[in-house]
């Protein structure tokens, strides 16, 4: 029986929960994902529990931060001015943004805090320095 190594497609299905158990994202209802390992697609540690695996397999993998989004980097917590945005938007904390960087790139930003005439905002992945715990199944190996 095949099992999974580097550079396969596989479909997976998968429930991502925190460390105290609340769930974030499920495939459950949904088509499983499918993607090549090896290629960046997903998160390091989420790769490296699938090596292995065989089909119809189910484990429970807990990543570490380091292996999932990092730790939330300073940098990407700025401060912009209320002036600066489009003026139908009334910002509120928890509301997503998208800004395009000079090369055009778009951003997703969160509001964090709202000030007088400014708005901090957080562009770190919403599950930066979080450690994340997911339910795998391998559905399939191509």
């Known amino acids: 029986m095949s099992q ?8 997976v299905h998968y429930t991502g929960k925190l460390a105290d158990g609340q769930v974030f994202d499920t ?9 090549t390992l090896g290629q960046g697609q997903l998160i390091p ?8 695996m065989k089909i119809n397999e189910k484990k429970t993998v807990n990543i570490p931060k380091e292996e999932a989004y990092g730790e939330p980097r ?5 401060e912009v001015e209320k002036s600066q945005l489009p003026e139908e938007i009334k910002p509120e904390v928890g509301m997503g943004l998208v800004s ?3 090369d055009g ?8 805090e709202v000030k ?7 562009g770190n992945h919403p599950l930066a320095g979080k450690d994340l715990v ?9």
């Open 116 to 122: 007088e005439d400014t708005i901090v905002v957080d």
């Open 134 to 142: 997911f339910d795998l199944e391998v559905v399939e190996i191509k």
């Open 74 to 78: 300073a940098e990407l917590v700025q």
């Open 100 to 102: 395009k960087t000079p």
């Open 4 to 11: 999974v190594k580097q550079n396969d497609t596989v479909k």
């Open 45 to 52: 540690g989420f790769e490296k529990g699938l090596l292995d």
């Open 27 to 35: 495939s459950e209802g949904k088509e499983p994902i499918e993607f």
């Open 105 to 112: 790139q778009e951003m997703n930003l969160v509001v964090s």
